[in-house]
T-cell receptor, first 118, second 106 residues
Framework: GAVVSQHPSWVICKSGTSVKIECRSL??????MFWYRQFPKQSLMLMAT?????????EQGVEKDKFLINHASLTLSTLTVTSAHPEDSSFYIC??????????????FGQGTRLTVV | DAKTTQPPSMDCAEGRAANLPCNHS???????VYWYRQIHSQGPQYIIH???NNETNEMASLIITEDRKSSTLILPHATLRDTAVYYC???????FGQGTELSVKP
């Protein structure tokens, strides 16, 4: 299947600092990217959907000023966790879909980023 | 997007077929059914998807009932490496439910 690369795989940051996570589609153009977070022993929770060149659509309860999403090109989307606090510690996962003119192609996931805020 | 219901856990003997059910009774006519799995601490892996016809690929088969209100993912010869949480998702937004934790035992 197609490859989605996420970087970094893990990061530890101090409380109050910002962290940027990158998500790249390596062998296809991703018109749409999704960002999720996952707490231990729980399912993935969709945070936002981003379309290339336009503003991201955030799910209810997700603070758009805290979780900044940029999807400036067809192969790269970034999630910045601003002023991170320990409760933001989680596993963050991105997903990308190759639209290719078809509405129901499958999406592929990155390997995830484990964020620990100390 | 329609909601899905899956059993929380299942066991399967190694080498036997694993049949994972999913109910999606509120599915709309143009919504696809997608299956993903997640092995601990990794990103989900795409398995298969379909609209109304049964589908098969190198990983699994997907059987969708005629009324499209339920489906079954079949892993024909389960191995220990198939132990994972399996998610059935309906619609384009990829909203994850709780999934089924499949344990393949020797």
């Amino acid at each position: 299947g197609a490859v989605v690369s996420q970087h970094p795989s893990w990061v530890i940051c101090k409380s109050g600092t910002s962290v940027k996570i990158e998500c790249r589609s390596l062998d296809f153009q991703a018109t749409t990217m999704f960002w999720y977070r996952q707490f231990p022993k729980q399912s993935l929770m969709l945070m936002a959907t981003s379309n290339e060149g336009s503003k991201a659509t955030y799910e209810q309860g997700v603070e758009k000023d805290k979780f900044l999403i940029n999807h400036a090109s067809l192969t790269l989307s970034t999630l910045t966790v601003t002023s991170a606090h320990p409760e933001d510690s989680s596993f963050y996962i991105c997903s990308a879909r190759d639209q290719g003119g078809l509405a129901n192609t499958e999406a592929f996931f990155g390997q995830g980023t484990r964020l620990t805020v100390v | 997007d329609a909601k899905t219901t899956q059993p929380p856990s299942m066991d399967c003997a190694e080498g036997r077929a694993a049949n994972l059910p999913c109910n999606h009774s509120t599915i709309s006519g143009n919504e696809y059914v997608y299956w993903y799995r997640q092995i601990h601490s990794q990103g989900p892996q795409y398995i298969i998807h379909g609209l109304k016809n049964n589908e098969t690929n190198e990983m699994a088969s997907l059987i969708i009932t005629e009324d499209r209100k339920s489906s079954t993912l079949i892993l024909p010869h389960a191995t220990l490496r198939d132990t994972a949480v399996y998610y059935c998702i309906v619609g384009r937004k990829l909203i994850f439910g709780q999934g089924t934790e499949l344990s393949v035992k020797p």
